[in-house]
């Protein structure tokens, strides 16, 4: 007895949420009863019922969900604890009544904000995009009367008429059934239309093979049916995964975690030195307000405020990068997180493969052969294989030609350059089948009318239709499952009869074994006209004319692409709605996995742990729900995995939402998974998502160099006031000109980091440890060198300045044009982190390095001599030999950090890469 019939029946009118249960297993439960359940009947509800449920109910809708509004989105680019400080030490030089200082202060802030709002924008309407696939109108019988109905207003106990062409309104318990077959490929995966009748099911079955079903957002491909709808708006299937895509948690990246993290410490440090010296200048008797003022100093030197355009700089050219490959990023922080992929999750059906049905093996009594070519295009090769193609295989394979292209009612068109095909995928194999053996299947169905078609029907399991020939004659052509076909057909020789059984029966055991869909075509040729024949007559006494095997092939590219992303040490995994053996032979094509084969069901009896342990094996899942997809996503990640997830169909997107990136089709993905994910393909290719994450990678290593970069200048400046305080000296650098510097520096030096070429070997290394630091120790180290040398540069160059010129003013211009020297040197050095700099890529592999330099010194020019710098940061002129004095400091630099790569090279092990 299925399950929900112990449920306790209810008096009046049941609840929304009573139906909503009930809903939910009335594929196991006779029609009668449903419609007793959902107080109906054929004749429908009375219009006064309907408005009363549609009350109780609500809407044939999805709830919306607004996203952040433009001011919001601006306010959020100052939730930075960079900036927080920044902010705060604009307050405190306001209050000191420094209105110049405080206004610089406040100017880098906005200008950070508006980089990053310009820069980080992503909507949220994943539940939209689900919403609008609901129908706008549907026909439905009410009062006995059939009437077309905006689809909102449709409500549970509705009796449904779907055709051709329709989108289903809501979920629906079929009643009646004609040759009726619906497209669930966005919903449950599946590649080919399912053919749908109104038996009862099984309670256990998944959605995917729950046959008297039809399901909201679904598309009808062939047929009528008359339904019940038993679930609408939120509680459809549909619906219900738009809950699940509401309630997952969009994650962090990696990166952007390691920054908050990487943010907090270094704030508490500059907090806790300001405190310090702040203490210290008031015990040494310090003028209060110089203290200030040097404290302020010290925070707006430590901080690197420009780290956060620069990162978001840095990504944005990744995406410039990653759109001429064909990969359209939505949400900045993704870039970054393809380069840390571990684990990249996908879908089959239109992402592994063409989503295109293709005959690839045909045989007939005697022959086998191999159908080459791609998709629906009339163009590729059959070749004879596996036997010696005689005279009866040949004419058998012709004719299989004929009934392939006659016994079809669908046609393939040239549409902007691909081919395409108007009606059910298989038969569009069938068309590119024929095509393929020089038969033009328009002509032949002109040569060719059909006197009578019998539909493609899920109880009788074939297709038949006549048609009269140019002689005179009439052809009888039929297609479907091999079993029914095979058992009309009668042998000429009735001594081989059973041979010649056995080894059909072993064609097909052996195509099925393989992931095929097989069909088998038949005819017969007959004196008269059989139209008016019975079925049974009409289909008898058949001759078999080809077994042709058909399936969604691989994409050429995305074996290419997963055997590179082996190669990069990424795992790849396969998660699809389709049949376990479909699976298992898609996966062995792909050199994805060539073993077990996860059943999606069993997922759902499996604990947190034991969903662990399987995803860290396994390589292949079959039959997976929406519910499985984001169950193995999220498994992956507890075992420290970064995970990207491709997909197309709305089953697809909670798990795109979920992953650390999603990565959506862009051609044939619905709008749900491309609003659920961060990069969109605009090719559909597989092969792209390897480009991807080398730019990815590409991104990483510019950033790491960034902050490599920004961090020991920061430090220079903040250790050189330290030092001043701390030894009584006047301070060589004021916070305005500290903002200077980071200001010109940023939009010079720093993002000329961003442009640096790809590394060769990017793609030739392992993913990078998820739980690696983002300041590494080399990095701590090469920090404290840089810092503490050119520190103490700019105070020799300081005083020497001081000395010389006779002036404070002209000795602060010194210490910041030597700082700015250490900086441009400084600049050629990170070009490789690890490799010398003394070679002409250094020079000339970033073509705007050189440029940049140039221009900085320019703006240098005008800070030390033009008349407004002056007065805006109290600069001074110097001369000639204070300039000498600058760039030593600079070239110092550069020696010292190469001699200190020469000597970590020298110290490196042997067997270590470098």
């Known amino acids: 007895m299925p399950r929900w019939r112990t449920i306790p029946r209810v008096s009046g009118h049941p609840s929304p949420d009573e139906l909503a249960r009930f809903a939910r297993h009335a594929h196991a439960e006779p029609a009668d009863d449903v419609l007793t359940r959902f107080g109906t009947s054929a004749d429908g509800l009375a219009a006064a019922e309907a408005d009363a449920r549609l009350a109780r109910h609500g809407p044939n809708q999805l709830p919306s969900q607004a996203g952040p509004g433009f001011l919001r989105r601006f306010v959020l680019q100052f939730h930075n604890v960079f900036i927080y400080v920044l902010l705060a030490s604009g307050a405190l030089v306001l209050v000191l009544g420094h209105l110049v200082d405080a206004a610089v202060i406040f100017g880098v802030t906005v200008i950070n904000a508006v980089i990053g709002f310009l820069q980080e924008s992503r909507a949220e309407t994943a539940l939209r995009a689900i919403r609008d696939m609901l129908q706008p109108v549907a026909s439905v019988v009410r009062g006995g009367r059939r009437e077309s109905v905006a689809a909102p207003r449709i409500v549970p106990g509705d009796i449904v008429h779907l055709e051709a062409g329709d989108r289903v309104p809501a979920d629906v318990r079929l009643l009646q059934a004609h040759a009726f077959a619906v497209d669930e490929a966005a919903l449950t995966g599946e590649s080919v239309p399912v053919a749908k009748g109104e038996a009862v099911v099984e309670f256990e079955r998944p959605v995917a093979e729950r046959v008297n079903m039809a399901y909201a957002g679904t598309l009808v491909t062939r047929g009528r049916a008359r339904g019940v709808v038993v679930a609408t708006g939120a509680r459809t299937e549909i ?46 008797g310090l003028d209060l307000a110089y203290t200030f003022m040097a404290v302020v100093g010290l925070a707006v030197a430590a901080i690197p405020e420009g780290l956060p355009a620069i990162l978001t700089i840095t990504l944005a050219i990744g995406v410039r990068r990653m759109a001429a490959r064909r990969a359209i990023v939505r949400w900045l922080p993704s870039v970054e997180t393809l380069g840390s992929v571990t684990v990249i999750c996908s879908d089959k059906t239109g992402t592994l493969t063409r989503n295109e049905m293709s005959v690839v093996r045909a045989w007939t009594d005697g022959a086998g052969f191999l159908v080459e070519g791609t998709g629906y295009a009339p163009e590729g090769d059959v070749t004879p294989v596996d036997a010696i193609t005689g005279h009866r295989g040949a004419a058998g394979l012709g004719m299989a030609a004929r009934v392939a292209a006659l016994c079809n009612e669908s046609h393939v068109r040239l549409v902007d350059g691909q081919w395409r095909v108007e009606g059910d995928p298989t038969e569009g194999a069938l068309i590119a089948f024929a095509h393929r053996l020089g038969v033009d299947p328009d002509r032949v169905r002109r040569e060719c009318p059909a006197t009578r078609i019998v539909p493609f029907d899920s109880r009788t399991r074939y297709m038949a239709s006549v048609h009269h020939l140019p002689e005179g004659r009439f052809l009888v052509a039929v297609k479907g499952a091999p079993e029914v076909v095979l058992a009309t057909c009668v042998p000429e020789d009735p001594e081989v009869s059973r041979r010649t059984r056995e080894a059909w029966s072993e064609r097909v055991e052996s195509f099925g074994r393989e992931g095929m869909r097989v069909l088998a075509l038949a005819y017969r040729i007959a004196d008269t006209d059989p139209s008016r024949d019975d079925e049974g007559t009409l289909v008898g006494g058949l001759s078999l004319a080809a077994l042709v095997a058909m399936i969604d092939p691989p994409r050429e590219e995305a074996i290419a692409a997963v055997a590179r992303c082996h190669a990069a040490g990424i795992e790849v995994k396969m998660i699809t709605g389709d049949h376990v053996v479909t699976a298992r032979a898609i996966a062995r094509q792909l050199g994805i996995a060539d073993g077990v084969v996860v059943y999606g069901p069993d997922l759902d009896a499996q604990d947190d742990a034991a969903t662990r342990q399987l995803v860290r094996t396994a390589a292949v899942f079959a039959r997976a729900s929406p519910e499985n997809k984001l169950a193995i996503v999220q498994a992956l990640q507890a075992e420290g995995a970064v995970v990207a997830m491709t997909g197309d ?29 961060a990069i969109v393909l605009a090719d559909d290719n597989f092969a792209t998502i390897a480009a991807a994450v080398e730019e990815g990678r590409i991104v990483y290593e510019n950033i790491r160099k960034a902050i490599l970069y920004v961090l020991p200048t920061s430090g220079a400046e903040a250790a050189t006031l330290v030092a001043a305080i701390l030894l009584g000296f006047p301070l060589p650098i004021t916070a305005v000109q500290v903002l200077w510097i980071n200001m010109v520096t940023t939009v010079t030096l720093s993002l000329v980091i961003a442009f640096d070429p790809a590394d060769r070997a990017v793609m030739d290394r392992s993913p990078r440890n998820p739980g690696e630091p983002l300041i590494s120790r080399l990095l701590v180290w090469r920090t404290i060198m840089v810092t503490l040398f050119a520190a103490a540069g700019i105070l020799v160059v300081h005083a020497f300045a001081a000395g010389h010129l006779g002036s404070e003013a002209a000795a602060q211009s010194a210490a910041v044009n030597a700082l700015v020297m250490a900086e441009i040197f400084y600049l050629f050095n990170i070009r490789s982190i690890d490799d010398h700099a003394l070679s002409l890529r250094t020079f000339t592999g970033n073509r705007l390095a050189v440029p940049a330099v140039v221009l900085l010194l320019f703006a240098q020019v005008a800070f030390t001599y033009a008349p407004p710098f002056r007065m805006l940061f109290g600069t001074a002129p110097i001369d000639a030999l204070t300039w000498g004095a600058c760039l030593a400091v600079g070239a110092g630099v550069f020696v010292v950090v190469e001699l200190e790569k020469g000597v970590r090279r020298l110290l490196r092990p042997a067997t270590t890469p470098p």
Do not use: H, Q, W, Y
């Open 239 to 284: 619906g219900r995964i738009s809950g699940l895509i509401a309630g997952v948690e969009s994650l962090r990246t990696p990166l952007t975690r390691k920054l908050e993290t990487f943010a907090r410490r270094l704030t508490f440090a500059i907090l806790v030195a300001s405190a310090v010296v702040l203490v210290v200048g008031v015990r040494r």
């Open 649 to 677: 169909g709305v089953n697809d997107a909670p798990a795109l939402k979920r992953a650390d990136v999603g990565v959506a089709m862009g051609v044939k993905g619905t709008e749900a998974a491309k609003e659920a994910s």
